[in-house]
């Protein structure tokens, strides 16, 4: 089958570094890797990775990405039989042009968006952006989420569309024998590590805490911390005032699929992601996590609980002292460290983008009302 996806949000570069990014990627070229051609059209391509194998990435002028019309010469060119679309503040035109076209258009819903962006970024007429995104779900055919809170919300807003979870997974070979990497710390360290955006909600603020309450009593422990976002220049000033330079490490941004290196170094993985009330979160690096083998420290809310289970030790989110607590309990444990471990990796085993694209398949030709026929893998065309 020939799928379009399309994702009409600027603040997702498909090469960037985001997991949002990193979603598109793999989802698109796990898709293609199973038999489908897919045209991938997008508002921003970005850099700082590779293409995802797929017939064709083609960034698309706002004020075309916004015109039905436009969009369904595209679909037409291209041949499209169905439309896969990331959910965005400025969905609409695709699902338009599918209407006229005849061909299904499924939306894959990975937030809340005008209620986050109206927490985080001021958005104004709150009751408007509602009223449109209501219209957006209840006019798709079916809806993809990545986690349980995602599929209520969906529900509560429309509750007629057909809603299936399809978790986020991880390129599982890429984690067989990763290469090894030089992280710049002396030998012997102990390495707590955090992959992810420095935004609040991620609680990487909270981790830098609970690291300098057992720094002391842990002299051969080291916080490395993957990644880049708003928070990162308070971060830096707050390890420097703090003294933290030598034992707190900000590494920045790095490649994907640098990731498993990178996460080969670790001895116990966090995702200290601060208390919502309505925790909508797949978190990419939890899967990432547990197919690197690490234990895990994680606070217990959303789905969080069930996706880790045995491969972690929960703490309530929020509470600065319990995650301090659980990393101390972790240092002082090697033994309790390698059970974790290895229940992380075979529970990270049952997450793969290929398991995924099946299910999004399944879910596309249910849309469609026809079984999609197998068909060969495509390379990818430029």
């Known amino acids: 089958m020939r799928i379009a996806y399309v994702c009409a949000d600027r603040g997702i570069p498909v090469l960037g570094h985001k997991g949002a990014s ?7 070229a796990a898709l293609q890797a199973i038999g489908h051609r897919v045209m991938v059209l997008c508002a921003r391509v970005g850099d700082g990775n590779p293409a995802p194998d797929v017939q064709r990435l083609e960034q698309v002028d706002p004020p075309i990405m916004a015109d039905p019309e436009a969009v369904r ?7 499209a039989e169905a439309v896969l679309e990331r959910y965005a503040l400025e969905s609409g035109a695709a699902r338009s042009a599918t209407a006229v076209l005849g061909i299904p258009h499924v939306l894959e819903v990975n937030a809340p968006l005008v ?9 104004d007429d709150v009751a408007a952006w509602l009223a449109r995104e209501r219209e957006i779900f209840t ?14 919300y969906v529900h509560a807003v429309a509750p007629a569309v057909p809603v299936t979870c399809v978790p986020n997974g991880v390129r599982l070979e890429g984690f067989a024998n990763p290469p090894p990497v030089d992280l710049g710390l002396p030998a012997g360290s102990m390495v707590i590590g955090f992959v992810g955006s420095m ?35 308070a971060l830096r000033r707050r390890i420097t005032d703090e003294g933290l330079g030598g034992r707190v490490h900000l590494v920045g941004a790095v490649g994907h699929d640098r990731i498993p290196a990178v996460l080969g170094c670790f001895d116990i993985a966090v995702a200290p992601f601060r208390p919502s009330p309505d925790f909508y979160f797949g978190p990419l690096k939890v899967y990432e996590y547990l197919a690197a083998g690490l234990p895990i420290v994680y606070p217990a809310i959303g789905d969080m609980p069930g996706t880790i289970g045995a491969a972690g030790v929960a703490y309530e989110a929020g509470d600065v002292a319990g995650l301090a607590g659980a990393l101390d309990g972790l240092l002082a444990d090697p033994r309790r460290r390698a059970q974790l ?11 793969s983008w290929t398991s995924a694209a099946r299910s999004i398949s399944a879910v596309i030709a249910a849309a469609s009302g026809d079984r999609i026929p197998a068909t060969a893998p495509a390379s990818a065309a430029p």
């Open 22 to 28: 990193v979603h598109v990627r793999e989802v698109t």
């Open 341 to 351: 471990g290895a229940a992380a990796r075979v529970a990270g085993s049952g997450h």
């Open 73 to 79: 010469d595209l679909l037409e060119t291209f041949g």
């Open 115 to 123: 209620l986050e962006a109206a927490r985080y970024r001021c958005l």
């Open 139 to 152: 006019t798709t055919d079916a809806v993809v989420v990545v986690q349980r809170q995602l599929a209520q």
């Open 199 to 233: 935004k609040p909600w991620h609680g990487v603020d909270d981790l830098v805490s609970a690291f300098a309450a057992i720094a002391n009593r842990h002299p051969r422990a080291h916080l490395v911390m993957v990644g880049q976002g708003p928070e990162t220049g």
